[in-house]
């Protein structure tokens, strides 16, 4: 009698009408050039967590400045998709960029507030809803729309960059603190500009 096994459900980077789920090269792009829509800084802070991390919105909002590694350049992520033992439990580091650690300290005051009593506050005390339509701001800026125009199309976008760029998958599954690497996998089904980049490849070699 055949036992009954979990059904994995793979992850599309396309809706069943075809509709691209994640932000192109040049979307990116301008993801980033429209935060200045966003007057207050930690407003943009916020959002360029969720570019250059590709984290989840309630992954960000949970960090605090003990999360911040200044020196090594990185942020730990709780991984708060995780089932069982591991859940809540499972923690991540990614690294950022030179200039947004800078930011970072700048618009936050990590190295301060981590030596001090407010070390485990939030650095965005905003809710889920609130960090939405923040990052929807920034996609009307950019002229982005559709269903790829939230926190999960920057998600599915760094993990297509990130894909084209050669990174190995073994490190886009633990940055993005997925369960298997058929999760990553997903991230070299990729359309257009993607495409082109990986062909570009051999065609080189022809």
């Not at 301008?30 to 966003?38: C, I, K, M, S």
């Not at 990052?135 to 894909?163: D, N, S």
Request: hydrophobic residues 35%.
């Amino acid at each position: 009698m055949a036992q009954n096994r979990p059904s994995f459900r793979r992850l599309s980077l396309f809706t069943h009408t075809g509709e691209r789920k994640y932000l192109n090269g040049t979307e990116r792009v301008r993801f980033l050039d429209a935060l200045p829509v966003l007057s207050n800084p930690k407003d943009r802070t916020f959002c360029e967590m969720l570019y250059w991390t590709g984290c989840r919105p309630s992954e960000a909002l949970a960090l605090t400045a003990t999360h911040i590694d200044l020196d090594e350049k990185l942020v730990i992520l709780r991984s708060l998709k995780k089932r069982g033992d591991q859940k809540g439990r499972h923690f991540r580091p990614v690294p950022l960029p030179d200039a947004f650690i800078q930011r970072l300290e700048r618009v936050h005051n990590i190295r301060a507030v981590q030596n001090g009593s407010r070390r485990g506050k939030a650095l965005w005390s905003i809710s889920r809803t609130t960090a939405w339509h923040r990052v929807r701001t920034v996609m009307r800026a950019a002229k982005i729309t559709g269903i790829k125009a939230c926190g999960r199309g920057l998600r599915h976008a760094y993990g297509v960059h990130a894909a084209t760029h050669d990174v190995p998958e073994t490190r886009i599954k633990k940055w993005l603190g997925h369960e298997s690497l058929e999760t990553t996998e997903v991230y070299l089904d990729m359309a257009g500009p993607e495409d082109r980049k990986i062909a570009a490849r051999m065609w080189g070699k022809a």
